[in-house]
């Protein structure tokens, strides 16, 4: 089936550094990518969705400076977290569609901003 | 408004127990996706419903279009099954909206 592996699983930064997190669709062509962030014990929230050679689409409240997403290819996209603090620690993580109604996930980031 | 309202938000039961988890929904959808979520973090999409009944070994979806509805069952359920289930729908082709989860935990 449709896989999207996401790197690192985890990683700690220090304050002011930026880190950077990919998601490749591996046995199909993702055009479409969206990115979540999860606080512990809730669900999913949508930060943005990434289309293919053109600008991410972000939720409201979310500062697209400080969340920078590139999807450059069809098997590829980035989420850079730019200037990092504390409180950005939490788990990132992506799907894509997979045709039709079809969705796979990522294994997730676990960020820790030190 | 687009909701999807999920029970129980915590489960506990003993091994081998019939588990039910269900899903409510506000308006008529594309599609109703069951996701499980274990605690490393990671999400494996379980069913895609658009209608009717799906199984794949011990699980079951069952989704009920007019009622706005979706259950999912566990059955033999065993401590490996242990996980956060969540619901996701699909409302029109727009972004997936999740239920809360349902954290479950067998006990052996």
């Known amino acids: 089936g449709a896989v999207v592996s996401q790197h690192p699983s985890w990683v700690i930064c220090k304050s002011g550094t930026s880190v950077k997190i990919e998601c490749r669709s591996l046995?199909?062509?993702?055009?479409?990518m969206f990115w979540y962030r999860q606080f512990p014990k809730q669900s999913l929230m949508l930060m943005a969705t990434?289309?293919?050679?053109?600008?991410?689409?972000?939720e409201q409240g979310v500062e697209k400076d400080k969340f920078l997403i590139n999807h450059a290819s069809l098997t590829l996209s980035t989420l850079t977290v730019t200037s990092a603090h504390p409180e950005d620690s939490s788990f990132y993580i992506c799907?894509?569609?997979?045709?039709?109604?079809?969705?796979?996930f990522g294994s997730g980031t676990r960020l820790t901003v030190v | 408004k687009n909701e999807v309202e999920q029970s129980p938000q915590n489960l506990t039961a003993q091994e081998g127990e019939f588990i039910t988890i269900n899903c409510s929904y506000s308006?008529?959808?594309?599609?109703l996706h069951w996701l499980q979520q274990h605690p490393g973090g990671g999400i494996v999409s379980l069913f895609m419903?658009?209608?009717g009944k799906k199984k794949h070994g011990r699980l079951i979806a069952t989704i009920n279009i007019q009622e706005k509805h979706s259950s999912l069952h566990i059955t033999a359920s065993h401590p490996r099954d242990s996980a956060v289930y969540i619901c996701a729908v699909l409302f029109g082709n727009e972004k997936l909206t999740f239920g809360t989860g349902t954290r479950l935990t067998i006990i052996p």
């Open positions: 799907s894509a569609r997979t045709g039709g109604f079809g969705y796979t």
């Open positions: 419903l658009s209608s």
């Open positions: 990434s289309n293919e050679g053109s600008k991410a689409t972000y």
């Open positions: 308006v008529g959808i594309s599609a």
């Open positions: 046995d199909f062509q993702a055009t479409t």
